[in-house]
C-alpha cells in the first residue's frame, strides 16, 4: 500500500496575482494524461485523498503564477470528465499518439501562446515555483534580446530531429 499526503490547493484556474515581469510572455501549461499507461492503467484517475491523481496536478499547474491557462491533452473520455467535473480544462487528442509529447504538441498547435509548459500528469506533488523559474527564465531570456528578429526566433520550434540508423 503507498500513502500520498498531498497538500491541497484550492484553485482550479489561473492564479490571479498580478504578472509583472512577464507581461509579454503568454504561457500556457499542458497535462498531457492517457488512461492506457504501461504500468499502472487508469493513473491519471487514482484517487489521491478522495480526488483524481489528475486533479492534485492540474491544481498545482494552475497555482503557478506565470501560466495563463492549464489544459489536460487525454485521448479518453473518462479523463476529460474528471477535469471537466472539478471545473479543469481537458482537450481530447488522437488515439494514434505515441508519445505525451505528441498529444501536447496536438493541442498547442490550435494555441496563440509565447511558451507551452508540458506537465507531467503523474506529479501531485509539483510545487507552482517550480514552473514559475522555467517561464520566468524564459521571459528573461526573451526580455535581455533588442533584435526584433532575435526575439521572433524565441517563438520558432527549437526542437531538432535526428534519424540513426543502426547497422545490423
Do not use: C, W
Not at 8 to 17: A, K, L, N, Y
Amino acid at each position: 500500500m503507498v500513502t500520498f499526503a498531498v497538500p491541497p490547493v484550492d484553485s482550479t484556474g489561473p492564479s490571479s496575482s498580478p504578472v509583472s515581469d512577464t507581461d509579454f510572455v503568454s504561457a500556457v501549461a499542458i497535462i498531457p494524461a492517457r488512461y492506457q499507461s504501461t504500468r499502472l492503467p487508469g493513473k491519471a484517475l487514482a484517487d489521491i485523498a478522495g480526488r483524481p491523481l489528475i486533479e492534485h496536478v492540474y491544481r498545482r499547474a494552475a497555482s503557478a503564477r506565470l501560466v495563463a491557462r492549464v489544459i489536460v491533452a487525454t485521448d479518453d473520455r473518462r479523463i476529460a470528465d474528471a477535469v471537466e467535473a472539478f471545473g479543469g480544462e481537458a482537450r481530447m487528442t488522437s488515439v494514434s499518439h505515441e508519445s505525451g509529447t505528441d498529444r501536447l504538441a496536438e493541442v498547442a498547435e490550435s494555441l496563440d501562446a509565447d511558451l507551452i509548459v508540458n506537465v507531467q500528469g503523474d506529479e501531485p506533488l509539483l510545487a507552482p515555483d517550480t514552473i514559475d523559474a522555467a517561464v520566468s527564465a524564459f521571459a528573461e531570456a526573451a526580455a535581455e534580446l533588442t533584435d526584433d528578429d532575435q526575439a521572433e526566433s524565441l517563438k520558432e520550434p527549437q526542437v531538432k530531429v535526428r534519424q540513426y540508423t543502426i547497422p545490423g
